[in-house]
């Protein structure tokens, strides 16, 4: 994995949102909106807990949060397999972000800053002070890294951000909400190459990959939307790790939280396929592909085409060749992230290679690599290459 893709990871897993106990029910309930994909009711939720608390930065801080995560979703950029296959938000195939959306960001993002150093300013020795300007900035950088593209320039609030936390826990070790930026710092770090290891070590981050998912872990134990963060990060680390149970064992408490929220359900069938269980994948697409046919509200970019690739690439292992061409075939003919359009060609290719069609398997996979290219989606073009000069057969 590259660095640039480590560092887009690490910012957007320790964007840090609110610690929604300490503000109240009603900013809790905003977020079970966010979580729950219905942005419209999250957005008015905000905006009334802004009116009933406008110095708090909490509140501006987790309307600038839902925007963001409704960025993403319109993106179709809220996968694992988005990470996995190398997402940079400088891809060809991901539009501007709306300009009153990316006006209510920077708006209420900088408001939160804003009030979170004046709280600093007024108590320097305010674990919650520091907690909110931590999370504030936290949330500033993985903004720029991932809808802005820029990476390296998200850096510096990013370090600020991690030293903020660190703050919190020298006044207040108890503060396991604090302890996902500096988790996740502490991971990312430790799977860097060892010169940039050590560059990020000058410039303040330390690396740790045990102790780090030890501290994200704490903070999926504590009671505030942290705990929604690090669970979906640990969803992407535990993936990363080969750990699919662990991975699946947290998914299952999403999917009580936030039983509207169908890409978790995508996420579970995801999983289950990276662990070499089709019949889990099939399970968990059933359920999903019921709750997609009967949700009414938007979808994200290329969602319909991110299904039906997965379904069809669990049907193909679960040896059901003609259900899942059928299901292939679909996703051509729909919005598409290339990179899902380049593993549908993948996918298409063995098809070919297992009906003995040779000649249709490489066409595939010059496809595949050329969409899986076009996309940054460095793997899905390498296998594409291999298959096209070795072919594929079942195990």
Known sequence: ??????????????????????????????????YNLDHEAAAVAFEAAIVAEPHNPATHRGLAAATWMRLMFQRGTMTVDDYFVGLTPKSVDLPEPPADLATTFAEHSTRAV???????KADADSPDAHYQLG????????????IMGETMGALRPAKLAYA??????????????????????????????????????????????????????????????????????????????????AAQHVIRGLKRRYPRNRVVWLESAATALRDDRPALAASALREGF????????VRMQGEEALWRYLRGKTRLELKRDAAARRDLLVVLDLDARLWVTGRTHLELGMLADLAGDRQEARRHYDQARAFCSEGRDKRGADLAKRLKKNGYRRE
Do not use: C, Q, W
Request: glycine residues 8%.
């Open 1 to 34: 994995m590259s660095r640039r893709f480590l560092i887009g990871v690490a910012l957007v897993l320790a964007a840090g949102t609110a610690n929604a106990g300490d503000v109240g029910e009603d900013l809790a309930r905003a977020y079970e909106f966010a």
């Open 114 to 120: 804003e009030l979170s150093e004046a709280m600093v």
């Open 135 to 146: 999370a504030s900035l936290g949330l500033a950088a993985s903004y720029r890294a991932t």
């Open 164 to 245: 903020a936390h660190e703050r919190v826990l020298e006044l207040d070790p108890t503060r396991k909400d604090a302890m996902l930026v500096i988790g996740t710092y502490r991971y990312l770090v430790s799977t860097l190459p060892l010169p940039i290891r050590l560059m990020a070590r000058m410039v303040g981050f330390r690396g740790g990959r045990e102790e780090g998912l030890r501290l994200i872990r704490e903070a999926a134990t504590h009671e505030g939307e942290a705990r929604t963060e690090a669970e979906f990060g640990l969803v992407l680390l535990y993936n990363r790790e080969r750990e699919y149970a």
């Open 290 to 297: 019921s709750m997609l046919e009967a949700d009414e509200r």
